[in-house]
């Protein structure tokens, strides 16, 4: 392969790449705002508490990639995020994050000292 070619290949590869992750980080900052939203308004004092959890779950998911990007989607959530469809995103990101949990507590249970 010449070099542009294997640039442009190289760059394909990394497009490709990111997209996942650009719409990963677009879901997680969708369900920060949620559960901020949540945790904030909810007259229920356990749907705000269980809010509160998912918040911090996905600050902790976006932390680690924080930036301009992050910025411009969190305001645009923002503008779309209302009482209608607020339910709706919340309990999506509640599942998502339940099913993360489940699956790290298996592997904690296959890792648990003495088993073998």
């Known amino acids: 392969?010449?070099?542009?070619?294997?640039?442009?290949?190289a760059a394909a590869l990394v497009w490709m790449m990111s997209a996942p992750a650009a719409a990963q980080a677009?879901?997680?900052?969708?369900?920060?705002?949620?559960?901020?939203?949540?945790?904030?308004l909810a007259k229920d004092e356990k749907v705000r508490k269980a809010a509160?959890?998912?918040?911090?779950?996905?600050?902790?998911r976006l932390s680690?990639?924080?930036?301009?990007?992050?910025?411009?989607q969190m305001i645009a959530e923002g503008k779309?995020?209302?009482?209608?469809n607020a339910g709706k995103v919340m309990d999506a990101c509640a599942a998502?994050?339940?099913?993360?949990?489940?699956?790290?507590?298996?592997v904690g249970k296959q890792a648990a000292p003495g088993k073998k």
């Open 64 to 72: 680690t990639h924080l930036n301009q990007q992050v910025r411009a």
């Open 80 to 84: 779309t995020l209302n009482a209608q």
């Open 96 to 106: 998502q994050m339940r099913l993360v949990a489940a699956k790290v507590e298996a």
């Open 1 to 9: 392969m010449k070099l542009p070619v294997k640039i442009g290949f």
């Open 26 to 40: 677009t879901n997680d900052v969708r369900c920060l705002m949620a559960s901020n939203y949540f945790a904030r």
């Open 52 to 60: 509160e959890v998912n918040k911090f779950y996905y600050l902790g």
